[in-house]
């Protein structure tokens, strides 16, 4: 899995030091995780490796010894299970003292899941608890059990629901990262032989606002670079109502009419989004 990694298509990959092994091959994977940080071309994709988290015998060991082994071939450590500003504080000392011990030359970032229900309640806090903070990452597996939700293996409700299950936690997570100026990642979608509930899934979380998704299978990273990119259509709008607005803000026309619908400064803001979205997916494209 290490070896297919580089080749997936994905803005980032993280080797998983947590969930991903047994309690008994936990150490020995962070040798693996060095090999393949240090040993194959990533090209231009991030590299990243989750911890394990603090309360586990493993996370101290894990951070000292893939930074040590890997140094500036690690660009991000994720941090799971955060619950408070500290538990992020923590890791930012660590890695500060890490690097200048070494002498690194570049800074390695933090990403953050929220997967607990102490997190999610911080997750403001938790968001700006670090400039090294990249993204937040909303965890919708062991929220699920933190929530002591009835669900699925693909965390959906086993039964019916009246709304979007997920909806009011996604919007804590997406609403914190945003206003602390960084990324919002949506959840796995544990069921990667069904590509139609992936990209539904993905749409919601487009929807919304979010920056990305996690994908556990190959298969499903050109449809998160599908969904989370403007359409065509979606650029053109957004470049006509800017053409428009700015011509009649011009004489001094602070709102106007576009098809039946008002256009101000909001809707400025709006399109603005989606043509910095667009310049991103361009020049992703353009260094593949």
Request: aromatic share 8%; net charge negative; charged share 25%.
């Amino acid at each position: 899995m290490c070896a297919k990694a580089p080749s997936s298509g994905a803005d980032l990959v993280f080797l998983d030091l947590e969930d991903a092994c047994a309690p008994v091959a936990k150490v020995g994977a962070r040798a693996i995780a060095v090999a393949a940080l240090t040993g194959q071309d990533w090209g231009r994709t991030l590299r990243a490796v989750r911890v394990n988290g603090l309360e586990t015998p493993w996370c101290y060991g894990d951070v000292v010894e893939i930074v040590t082994g890997a140094r500036e071939a690690l660009d991000v450590i994720i941090v799971p299970k955060a619950r408070t500003a500290r538990d992020v504080w923590w890791f930012d000392v660590l890695l500060t003292q890490l690097e200048a011990d070494l002498g690194l030359t570049k800074r390695i970032a933090l990403e953050v899941l929220i997967e607990e229900a102490e997190g999610l309640a911080n997750a403001a806090e938790i968001a700006r608890a670090s400039d090294r903070l990249e993204a937040i990452i909303f965890g919708a597996g062991d929220l699920s059990a933190s929530l002591k939700a009835r669900v699925d293996g693909n965390f959906d409700p086993v039964g019916d629901y009246p709304g979007d299950f997920w909806h009011f936690a996604r919007v804590q997570v997406l609403a914190a990262a945003r206003a602390a100026g960084i990324d919002a990642i949506d959840a796995p979608f544990p069921a990667y032989q069904d590509p139609d509930g992936y990209r539904r899934s993905a749409v919601h979380a487009s929807l919304l606002g979010y920056d990305g998704k996690w994908a556990i299978h190959p298969s499903q990273v050109p449809i998160a670079h599908e969904v989370f990119s403007p359409t065509d259509e979606e650029v053109a709008d957004a470049e006509e109502s800017i053409r428009i607005y700015r011509a009649s803000e011009a004489d001094g026309v602070g709102a106007i009419g576009r098809e039946g619908k008002l256009v101000d400064a909001a809707h400025m803001r709006l399109a603005e989004n989606t043509l910095y979205k667009a310049a991103l997916a361009r020049a992703e494209q353009a260094g593949a």
